[in-house]
RNA sequence: GGGCGUUUAGCUCAGCUGGGAGAGCGCUACCCUUACAAGGUAGAUGUCGGGGGUUCGAUCCCCUCAACGCCCACCA
């Protein structure tokens, strides 16, 4: 029977075909299972701007093989596909195109039709990255996505906001904002990154009024002296306090201000002596209002100076500082300039220096919600795995300052807030509106702002299951997937996203989003670098797929992901995994042409030893997926399967299969190969979720033909009636002596074709029995010639070569001229290997305290390996001096 | 400055409640053995970061030092 089958395995053929076939056969869609309970899962949108980079892909690897794991038990799961509309990434995406195309700014349209600019961009260029999941083996039941501008999203903030607006836990603040002058809004803390810049301290002379007294101020930011409403100085400090009380000059604008006492200045720092600019400084805006100083903008929204800055006016900071410092040096004000380092906030997605700036903002009020998220998970009501990222979310939520929710943008939900041109009302509403709720008047407007793109991820599990119009909560099925079971994602929006979702689901449902939160590692380089664009290490997903094929590229993410914070992921691992998937490829080839009278397995009892241990060990290897899938141990259960297929089925179970199956007993050849299909079909499973492409196209060849795709077969688990500890142990005792032959014949350079005779010697009856059974087998693993099987008391041949374990003792008898010192070396070596390791146990054992503390098991596993080491020792002893005379 | 974490074979990492140091990749030698050279067989490699302590016993627990990483805050 010849095969037509490739000797490698072609991923391009086989992963669009499946996807289709499984998408089209609907088997992405929620379908009720044996154990009647639901199982849902929700994708962290992605940006609509996105590609599918290295971290995405171990999202996905993750997510996905823990929804067809189980589906596959029966689960009725729903993989919920969605996208983030991103505002300032998406915003300033098409800014930029919109500038190099048609060298206009967003300022040169209206704000309707910029944004319909936008979603033109969203509808060309924004499935992208949903095209990429597909390719890494999604399967996400795609009539549910999601895209967070949708209309449900879009009601579902607007019924939140306005709920917390008239519960007065939204409100307007003047407040200093971190004041991105590039992107021109306001942009939360998060979102600024600080670096260390190279400054300098400014030493600057201050009048006191009425006194030919000065104070020197140290400052790094000279050019803000014109926002300056006070003069601090520590109330405990000697050489200042004092002055508190009385009044400072301002240098260049002549404006007088209070000196005043305030704990926050450092006796230490800089002169002792603090310019308070409450409109510029976060630091300076607390005292500020701890003093009820005013509040002086000098900058505009660019971050140039405003008309306060008089002659510096229009110049930017970085400008007016060299100016200022320079003008204040010819007025011999300026005292001394010293280099210093300190850290500037930059933004993270603009880049450019941000000016802490006030301006009218919209904050939530998070403190009561901040509280109960906490409790949620203190009480385990939702579960980080592992358990140490609780602290990271303890950190921000025990400690939560307001969040500032607004953002100048055009992108993005709108404020539902309204305001009344003409009385002044101001009302929030999730309508439309159009005349004023108390004088209606049609004079009316909408705040221009619009949300922080966490507000409306925050709402993201239940807005996507319809929420909070009724009639879509049905259709999507909000009363089965909510709270969904598990949220899967990096650690670095713990912050952001998984607190703001815990946060708002308790308030909005009063239930948690999610029971289970597993975070994942941060995928690096192989250096343990972090992918960066400026760097050029990124790993684009596509290229692995398209080198390895998807499988392999799952199977090196899984193998990487457990409870560990990073991932470096070198492309050679994935290459290793690539021959992995080749391996079972072959393995198929191999059983292909055999499998003609392979029929189901009736009684487990009348297999043979290898077959039950096959078995056997198939079953554990099952119980060890199962157990690490279900606790995120991905790196476990791949391990799990990688070395079952690799060390149980293709080295040792098919290397034994193969006289059996050249042989001429019928009945036998079809009872071996009815296991190594029955095992096969099995593993096939096992593996599906990690690799889910080979799987399928392999189970096709496989499968019966009622039988359904692999996607929709039950999950193996630990079955004991498929235990059989006996032939595994007597299996792996066998193991060791084929392999202690095969060192034999390596250590005298016997040539893998030429036979050996070999003599075992054991003390265990059934060993014996076993040994002699396998003749062949050792024939064909071991290419032995003769085999001789016997108890230790028969005399051992003289001239040979010996290996010995805790069991047995192996004999190679040799006609030609051996090496004797060579093999006096080798067991030499052995024994005093074997020695040491004897010291380790006789030692406990002559420990009276170890024998009197230590437990029961622990005693007994010392004195039986005591017993075999000592037995080992002799046999080599005996043997040694054997060769020695 | 505050917090969290890491340090185990050349590399990437496992190691469960303390009880004989593991895997993958890489490396070496020999093999084109009839599923697979993306293969087979055999092999080498560790002061478990340093020091101290608790314990019959420490890679694991405690203290301390060092290096590295991340997060938060921030000095005028």
């Known amino acids: 029977m010849s095969t037509e089958l490739p000797t490698t395995y072609s991923s391009k053929d086989t992963e669009a075909k499946w996807y289709k076939q499984w998408e089209d056969g609907k088997y992405f869609k929620p379908k009720k299972g044996k154990t009647n309970k639901s199982f849902c899962l929700i994708v962290p949108p992605p940006n609509v701007t996105g590609k599918l980079h290295a971290g995405h892909a171990l999202d996905i690897t993750t997510q996905d093989s823990l929804i067809r794991f189980k589906r596959m038990k029966g689960y009725e799961t729903l993989f919920l596909p969605g996208l983030d509309h991103a505002g300032i990434a998406t915003q300033s995406v098409v800014e930029k195109m919109v500038y190099d195309e048609e060298k206009k700014t967003r300022h040169d349209f209206s704000r309707e039709e910029f944004v319909k600019k936008i979603w033109a961009w969203k509808e060309e260029y924004g499935n992208t990255i949903l095209d990429q999941q597909r390719a890494m083996g999604a399967s996400c039941d795609w009539d549910y996505l999601t895209f967070t501008l949708d209309p449900i999203p879009n009601q579902a903030v607007k019924r939140f906001f306005v709920e917390l607006y008239n519960q007065k836990l939204i409100y307007q603040n003047d407040y200093i904002v971190n004041w991105d002058p590039a992107l021109q809004s306001a942009v939360s803390d998060a979102e600024v990154e600080h670096k260390d810049v190279q400054g300098a301290f400014y030493h600057i002379k201050y009048q006191i009024k009425g006194s030919a007294d000065t104070l020197e101020v140290a400052t790094t930011r000279p050019e803000t002296l014109f926002g300056d409403t006070a003069v601090a100085v520590n109330p405990e400090d000697e050489r200042y306090k004092h002055f508190i009380g009385k009044t400072a000059i301002i240098p260049l604008c002549n404006r007088e201000v209070p000196i005043i006492g305030d704990e926050h200045v450092d006796l230490e720092k800089g002169t002792g002596c603090l310019k308070v600019t409450p409109g510029h400084d976060f630091n300076d805006f607390e005292i500020g209002k701890r003093h009820n100083l005013p509040i002086i903008n000098i900058l505009n929204k660019d971050g140039t100076l405003n008309d306060q800055g008089m002659e510096f006016k229009g110049l930017s900071c970085k400008e007016a500082r060299k100016r200022v410092a320079k003008k204040l040096e010819e007025l011999e004000l300026l005292i001394d300039t ?145 709270p969904n079971s598990v949220l899967i994602t990096g650690f670095d929006i713990i912050f952001f996203w998984v607190a703001r979702m815990m ?378 001096s054997q060769f020695k005379s």
Request: some cysteine.
């Open 338 to 482: 010293k280099n210093h380092m300190h850290p500037v906030g930059h933004g993270e997605r603009s880049g450019v220096v941000i000016e802490p700036m006030i301006s009218k903002q919209w904050f939530v009020n998070v403190k009561d919600m901040s509280k109960r998220a906490v409790e949620a998970v203190e009480s385990d009501e939702t579960k980080f795995f592992p358990k140490e990222w609780e602290n990271t979310y303890f950190a921000w939520l025990r400690d939560p300052k307001d969040w500032c929710i607004s953002r100048q943008l055009w992108w993005g939900h709108q404020i539902p807030v309204f305001y009344c041109d003409e009385c002044g009302h101001q009302w929030a509403s999730e309508h439309n509106e159009t005349e004023c709720s108390k004088c209606k008047s049609k004079k009316i407007h909408q705040d221009p702002d619009v949300l922080d793109t966490w507000f409306s991820s925050g709402l993201w599990p239940m807005s996507t299951l319809g929420w909070p119009n009724e009639q879509a909560m049905k259709e999507k099925r909000f009363e089965t997937f909510f």
């Open 503 to 880: 946060m708002m689901s308790l308030k909005s449902q009063n239930k948690v989003p999610f029971k289970e939160v597993y975070i994942h590692a941060i995928v690096r380089d192989k250096l343990g670098r972090k992918m960066s664009k400026s760097l050029g290490n990124g790993i684009d997903p596509f290229d692995m797929i398209e080198q390895y094929g998807t499988d392999a590229f799952r199977f090196a993410l899984a193998s990487g992901a457990g409870y560990n914070r990073g991932i470096n992921l070198d492309p050679e691992r994935i290459g290793g995994y690539r021959n992995f998937i080749n391996k079972v490829w072959n393995a198929y080839r191999f059983i292909q042409p055999h499998l003609e009278g392979a029929t189901t397995i009736k009684d487990l009892q009348k297999l043979d030893h290898h077959e039950r241990w096959i078995i056997s060990e198939f079953n554990t290897t099952a119980k060890l997926m199962n157990e690490s899938l279900e606790i995120y141990r991905y790196d476990d259960a791949s391990s799990a399967i990688y070395s079952f297929v690799y060390d149980k089925y293709c080295s040792w179970f098919i290397e034994l299969s193969k006289n059996i199956l050249n042989g001429d007993s019928k009945e036998v050849k079809a009872q071996r190969a009815s296991v190594l299909k029955f095992v096969f079909k099995k593993m096939l499973a096992l593996m599906h979720p990690i690799t889910p492409f080979i799987t399928e196209e392999l189970w096709s060849h496989l499968k019966d033909k009622n039988e359904d795709l692999l996607i929709a077969q039950a999950y193996p688990e630990f079955d004991p009636a498929l235990e059989f500890k006996d032939d595994q142990d007597q299996m792996n005792k066998f193991v060791e002596v084929v392999t202690g032959i095969r060192n034999l014949r390596a250590s005298v350079n016997i040539k893998p074709k030429d036979e050996v005779n070999v003599e075992l010697f054991t003390d265990n009856q059934d060993l014996i029995h076993y040994f002699r059974n396998n003749l062949v087998n050792f024939q064909e693993l071991a290419r032995v010639k003769d085999l001789k099987v016997g108890v230790k008391d028969l005399s051992r041949p003289s001239k040979s070569i010996m290996n010995i374990t805790t069991h047995t003792e192996i004999f190679v008898p040799l006609e030609g001229v051996i090496d004797l010192k060579e093999q006096i070396a080798r067991l030499e070596k052995e024994l005093s290997k074997t020695e040491a390791d004897y010291k380790k146990y006789e030692a406990k054992m002559n420990n009276e305290n170890f024998m009197k503390n230590a437990p029961e098991n622990v005693r007994e596993e010392v004195k039986r390996n005591e017993a075999e080491l000592r037995e080992k020792i002799c046999g080599l002893k005996e043997n040694l």
